[in-house]
């Protein structure tokens, strides 16, 4: 089994937004505070392997109950809510290199945004960080346990999703591509991005996730990466088809393989 902890379910902004006093961001419910979307993976043959590494990652992991040193990241896309934090792996790079895993474009992007993680003679102290290149549905062993990377559409930018035994993590998508769809379907827990109702160019609507979530026949569907034009937590649960549910930052889950 997987033990799944949602380190943050929020979209680019964060939420509450700076300056913002709607309802959600004001609410006093702990569910609507969401911070950007990130996971960290337990598996059962003792490894620990990070999704995603956005700004708000040291927060993220101070206020776990326990500390958790990851043996992998796993990133999805090059933007910046997903990669911005990198740097605050440096904790984490010794002795041993920290493992991050990522497409040709995403490995390039992190490579300029962190030059000096890369360079011969590094200053002391930078992150110690080990590249590698991950090919879409070219399964990989990763901290001991085996990672299938799925191909996903967010707008014009392939990005990845993750198959990981039972669990399948898809964020910021628009479309999943149909040779994704077998490998992707049947998941006792399915992790799935949801921006909001209004339609956008680049994320599926609520909506739109709820369909592709009922066509994939997850066991039960956590929405994440959503702003603050959700409603807020409470509301927007109950307004949900069965087994598919609102994702909130500390939220565990047991995925069965």
């Not at 961001?25 to 990070?50: F, M, N, Q, V, W």
């Not at 109950?65 to 910046?80: G, S």
Request: net charge negative.
């Amino acid at each position: 089994m997987l033990k799944l902890t949602i380190l943050g379910s929020g979209t680019s902004c964060g939420i509450p937004v700076i300056g913002c006093d709607c309802p959600v961001c004001t609410s006093t419910d702990p569910r609507d505070k969401r911070l950007r979307t990130s996971a960290l993976i337990e598996t059962s043959e003792g490894g620990t392997i990070l999704i995603d590494c956005g700004p708000d990652f040291r927060q993220q992991m101070l206020r776990l109950p326990r500390a958790v040193r990851p043996d992998a990241v796993l990133l999805t896309h090059k933007h910046h809510d997903h990669v911005g934090g990198i740097d605050d792996l440096r904790p984490f790079g010794w002795p041993d290199a920290v493992q991050i895993y990522a497409d040709e474009d995403c490995a390039d992007d992190v490579r300029s945004r962190f030059p000096y993680s890369f360079v011969e003679n590094k200053y002391p102290g930078v992150p110690n960080l080990s590249l590698h290149t991950l090919h879409p549905l070219q399964s990989c062993r990763i901290a001991g346990t085996e990672v299938l990377p799925l191909p996903v559409m967010h707008g014009k930018l392939p990005i990845l999703g993750f198959r990981i035994g039972g669990l399948v993590y898809i964020t910021d998508i628009s479309a999943l591509p149909p040779e994704a769809v077998p490998y992707a379907s049947g998941a006792s827990i399915l992790v799935l991005g949801a921006l909001r109702h209004k339609p956008h160019h680049s994320h599926e609507t609520v909506e739109e996730a709820c369909a592709l979530a009922q066509r994939l026949q997850a066991r039960d569907t956590y929405l994440i990466h959503m702003c603050h034009d959700m409603e807020c937590h409470a509301e927007a649960e109950r307004s949900l088809p069965a087994h598919i549910h609102l994702a909130y930052d500390g939220l565990e889950l047991v995925v069965e393989e």
